[in-house]
């Protein structure tokens, strides 16, 4: 199973960008579908965006859309997840997901959040 690592979170102001970053232990041609979550304190986990090999376009979450942008570098075994213009409600753990399963989509993955694997997370902190 792959091993996952999220990298990049830390404490910034709010207006700010951040630019977290999953790395692979293996190849993630292998893994068509990866997307990021986050979790906040008391709150439950929500899909922030996912993205398919193949699809045109990724999915966002409603809060994402226009400000977080995901990306993948299969060269690299890595994926990317641009955060700008950050509030303190964007403030949580953010973990990034793979799955190996082919045809089931990024919207699918998303809303379901059943992924396969899972990293451990890294905490982005939003305040002034």
């Known amino acids: 199973q792959v091993q996952l690592v999220e990298s990049g979170g830390g404490p910034v102001q709010p207006g700010e960008s951040l630019t977290l970053s999953c790395s692979a232990s293996?190849?993630?041609?292998?893994?068509?579908?990866m997307g990021w979550f986050r979790q906040a304190p008391g709150k439950r986990r929500e899909a922030v965006a996912c993205?398919?090999?193949?699809?045109?376009?990724?999915h966002y979450a409603e809060f994402a859309r226009d400000r977080f942008y995901i990306s993948r570098d299969n060269a690299a075994n890595t994926m990317y997840l641009r955060m700008n213009r950050l509030t303190p409600e964007d403030a949580a753990e953010y973990f990034c997901?793979?799955?190996?399963?082919?045809?089931?989509?990024?919207?699918?993955?998303?809303?379901?959040?059943?992924?396969?694997?899972w990293g451990q997370g890294t905490q982005v902190t939003v305040s002034s």
């Open positions: 993205i398919s090999e193949g699809e045109r376009m990724p």
């Open positions: 997901a793979a799955d190996s399963r082919r045809g089931l989509g990024s919207f699918r993955l998303c809303v379901s959040g059943s992924f396969g694997s």
């Open positions: 293996e190849l993630i041609s292998g893994y068509e579908t």
